[in-house]
T-cell receptor, first 111, second 116 residues
Framework: DAKTTQPNSMESNEEEPVHLPCNHS???????IHWYRQLPSQGPEYVIH???SNVNNRMASLAIAEDRKSSTLILHRATLRDAAVYYC????????????FGQGTELSVKP | EPEVTQTPSHQVTQMGQEVILRCVPI?????FYWYRQILGQKVEFLVS????????KSEIFDDQFSVERPDGSNFTLKIRSTKLEDSAMYFC??????????????FGPGTRLLVL
């Protein structure tokens, strides 16, 4: 299973942008980059995914490096509700939906 | 918005007892999963299920575990003889595609299992 590396924790101030990095230097050509988050005492929640191009949705943006060896999840204006553990996961296109969670980045948001 | 539901929210059982954890996936989804999370540890994949059979299972999912879709709406995880180390939060998830571009898994709120 392809491996990702994320910082253990990050801090942000409310209403400021947050950039959550993820390294995946061994990514293969068919791996999609998925981000999930887990709010306290809840199940994981899908955030965004992409393959090569940058992606935007109502929750966040995903910036993918040109060589695909790293990506950054961008929360444009952090709110207190965004405090969660964020997981960067590689999902091979042809190997089913098994999600392999790492330790993720615990994001705390200060008022 | 449709959501995955799980019952019970909490379950306490004695070691050696059987437990059944229940999930109602999103109604038009075809792919179902169980994950678990031991307190303070990462989320771990247990099993995936499609077309009434197991698609993939992890090393954790041994003979003590089984899954079933007994009717058109429920998806269950059974642990035949619980051990202390089975204490964890168990999450059910469902998706409407497998290995496709739009793959997104929707997770339930979890069942916290405590084995005494």
């Amino acid at each position: 299973d392809a491996k990702t590396t994320q910082p253990n924790s990050m801090e942000s101030n409310e209403e400021e942008p947050v950039h959550l990095p993820c390294n995946h230097s061994t990514i293969s050509g068919t791996d999609y980059i998925h981000w999930y988050r887990q709010l306290p005492s809840q199940g994981p929640e899908y955030v965004i995914h992409g393959l090569t191009s940058n992606v935007n949705n109502r929750m966040a943006s995903l910036a993918i490096a040109e060589d695909r060896k790293s990506s950054t999840l961008i929360l444009h204006r952090a709110t207190l509700r965004d405090a969660a553990v964020y997981y960067c996961i590689l999902l091979p296109y042809n190997q089913g939906g098994k999600l392999i969670f790492g330790q993720g980045t615990e994001l705390s948001v200060k008022p | 918005e449709p959501e995955v539901t799980q019952t019970p929210s909490h379950q306490v059982t004695q070691m050696g007892q059987e437990v059944i954890l229940r999930c109602v996936p999103i109604s038009n989804h075809l792919y179902f999963y169980w994950y678990r999370q031991i307190l303070g540890q990462k989320v771990e994949f247990l099993v995936s299920f499609y077309n009434n059979e197991i698609s993939e299972k992890s090393e954790i999912f041994d003979d003590q575990f089984s899954v079933e879709r007994p009717d058109g709406s429920n998806f269950t995880l059974k642990i035949r003889s619980t051990k202390l180390e089975d204490s964890a939060m168990y999450f059910c998830a469902s998706s409407d595609s497998l290995g496709q571009i739009q793959e997104t898994q929707y997770f339930g709120p979890g069942t916290r299992l405590l084995v005494l």
